[in-house]
């Protein structure tokens, strides 16, 4: 069974950077791919983007210039970083293994087999 933590703060001041942590347990993020989901207040899930087995990466293009995703694989985690949040980017904020079809960066939930549970951040003064 594969596990899935996400760990970081929950407040982030505007215009600061947003990073969160997944630790992996029961797989190895050097196989699959692994990706960042949100799910603002009221609104649908969101792909953020993704990290491959291979270590190649994917975003989506809304947040494209926003977004950084890496990974320590001796740690079995992989990490996201945000930049110049802003109020819009208060959101839960998932972990998940897969990632949208090539070429899509829509949500579809038979993309994705593991999540964590989900971490509340936002984004104020």
């Known amino acids: 069974q594969v596990q899935l933590q996400e760990s970081g703060p929950g407040l982030v001041k505007p215009s600061q950077t947003l990073s969160l942590t997944c630790t992996v347990s029961g797989g190895s993020i050097t196989t699959n791919s692994w990706s960042w989901l949100r799910q603002p207040p009221g609104k649908g899930l969101e792909w953020m983007g993704a990290i491959r087995g291979i270590g190649g990466t994917a975003y989506s293009p809304s947040l494209k210039s926003r977004t950084s995703i890496s990974r320590d694989t001796s740690k079995n985690q992989f990490t996201l970083q945000l930049r110049s949040v802003t109020p819009e980017d208060t959101a839960v904020y998932y972990c998940?293994?897969?990632?949208?079809?090539?070429?899509?960066?829509?949500?579809?939930?038979?993309?994705?087999?593991?999540w964590g549970q989900g971490t509340q951040v936002t984004v104020s003064s």
């Open positions: 998940a293994r897969g990632r949208p079809p090539i070429g899509s960066a829509n949500y579809r939930p038979q993309d994705y087999d593991w």
